[in-house]
């Protein structure tokens, strides 16, 4: 069984900063994939930021420039740095990863239960 664990959600002030981090634990072969995506009221879960295993990153248009993205191999974490954050960043912050428990079983999303990210004016 495999289980995300966010940290670092809370509330900031327009142009303030906030880290999130997400611990992955359980059956696991690889993380192929950890990141973060976010979600607000009424609206669709977008990509804040992700990372492959190999280093590879890719973030959401919308926090290009502002949010980077971090990630331990060893510990199975992954955290993204916030800055320059603005109300429109507020939302329901989820931790992402793609993960098989062996290399003879497919990749499966899994993900946090969302930690709460408010920017106010």
């Known amino acids: 069984q495999v289980q995300l664990v966010e940290s670092g959600g809370g509330l900031v002030q327009a142009g303030g900063s906030l880290r999130l981090s997400c611990a992955v634990s359980?059956?696991?072969?690889?993380?192929?994939?950890m990141g973060w995506y976010r979600q607000a009221p009424g609206q669709q879960r977008e990509l804040v930021a992700d990372?492959?295993?190999?280093?590879?990153?890719n973030y959401g248009d919308s926090v290009k420039g502002r949010f980077t993205v971090s990630r331990d191999n060893a510990k199975n974490t992954v955290s993204v740095q916030m800055n320059s954050l603005k109300p429109e960043d507020t939302g329901v912050y989820y931790c992402?990863?793609?993960?098989?428990?062996?290399?003879?079983?497919?990749?499966?999303?899994?993900w946090g239960q969302g930690t709460q990210v408010t920017v106010s004016s």
């Open positions: 992402y990863a793609k993960s098989r428990s062996s290399p003879l079983r497919p990749l499966v999303d899994y």
């Open positions: 990372m492959t295993s190999g280093g590879m990153i």
């Open positions: 359980g059956s696991i072969f690889s993380v192929n994939v």
